[in-house]
C-alpha cells in the first residue's frame, strides 16, 4: 500500500470504531469525527458513538463507556 492510502485506512478506521456509550448529563447534538451529527442526548441515553469522541467524553464525565 502506498503511504497515502495506509494513511486513509487508518483514517477510515478510526472513524468508523465506534462504541456504545450511556449519557450522564444532556447533550445537545454534535457533529463526531466522521463528520455525522449525534444527538440531542438525554441523561441515560444510550448510543453508538465514534470512539474518538467518547473518549473524549467520557474524560469530561458525560458519558460512560460500556464497551471498547
Do not use: C, M, Q, W
Amino acid at each position: 500500500l502506498s503511504t497515502a492510502r495506509k494513511y486513509v485506512s487508518l483514517e477510515e478506521s478510526l472513524f468508523a470504531h465506534k462504541i456504545l456509550v450511556r449519557f450522564i448529563r444532556e447533550v445537545p447534538a454534535f457533529v463526531g469525527v466522521d463528520l455525522k451529527t449525534y444527538g440531542p442526548f438525554k441523561p441515560e441515553d444510550l448510543a453508538y458513538i465514534p470512539a474518538v469522541n467518547a473518549e473524549a467524553l467520557a474524560k469530561r464525565n458525560v458519558v460512560e463507556l460500556l464497551e471498547g
